[in-house]
């Protein structure tokens, strides 16, 4: 009964090379999110999506984008990864965005950059 | 920068009760106090969340203390399965969430 997909689970790109992540999502939920979460750190939000609304939050680099086609997709595309960028990329959702809403997560992509 | 300030880790017997504390002196009178906790190679997942008065669930109780200022999450009885990151995170309305370091939860058998 997976609610949050986010597939592959572990992905390996390149220095430089474009790479995209995928996440779909069972549950209909208005707002979808990226985060980022390097090695033993906490999870930062890079940007979110409000239905078709995209909100990117003021210190999230260039060199990520995102794209929500439908209601159930979301892709984070990184143009030009760099070492720096290797983390685990983890996909969240809620009914809606404002106060007191939970968010629920996919399992996440781990990002290797060689 | 985030909100709150959690221990960085913290250690229980398994069976027992564990309470994991959590300051946000800074909270407004509409912020909401929510827990996550993060299991190994997982993504977050919720745990409990509340305004004013304590709540219970099925996973986890939430007391709020009087000020608003701290909080704690009570697991009434740790099992293996608990060990886990327990990120205390302050929902200020229009923000998005920022996750602090956590606390990192040892259970022991």
């Known amino acids: 009964d997976a609610m949050v997909i986010q597939n592959p689970r572990y992905q390996v790109t390149q220095f430089g090379k474009p790479v995209t992540l995928s996440c779909s999502q069972t549950l209909n939920h208005n707002v979808m999110y990226w985060y980022q979460q390097k090695s033993s750190q906490a999870p930062k939000l890079l940007f979110h999506?409000?239905?078709?609304?995209?909100?990117n939050e003021a210190d999230t680099p260039d060199n990520f984008q995102s794209r929500r086609p439908n209601t159930s997709f979301c892709f984070l595309d990184i143009r030009s990864p760099g070492l720096g960028d290797a983390a685990m990329y983890l996909c969240?959702?809620?009914?809606?965005f404002g106060i007191g809403e939970t968010q629920y997560f996919g399992p996440g992509t781990r990002l290797l950059v060689l | 920068d985030a909100k709150t300030t959690q221990p960085n880790s913290m250690e229980s017997n398994e069976e027992e009760p564990v309470h994991l504390p959590c300051n946000h002196s800074?909270?407004?009178?509409?912020?909401?106090i929510h827990w996550y906790r993060q299991l190994p190679s997982q993504g977050p997942e919720y745990v409990i969340h509340g305004l004013t008065s304590n709540v219970n669930n099925r996973m986890a109780s939430l007391a709020i203390a009087e000020d608003r200022k701290s909080s704690t999450l009570i697991l009434h009885r740790a099992t293996l399965r608990d060990a886990a990151v327990y990120y205390c995170i302050e929902d200020n309305y229009g923000q998005n969430f920022v996750f602090g370091p956590g606390t990192r939860l040892s259970v022991l058998p």
């Open positions: 800074t909270i407004s009178g509409t912020d909401y």
């Open positions: 999506y409000y239905d078709k609304d995209f909100n």
């Open positions: 969240a959702t809620s009914r809606d």
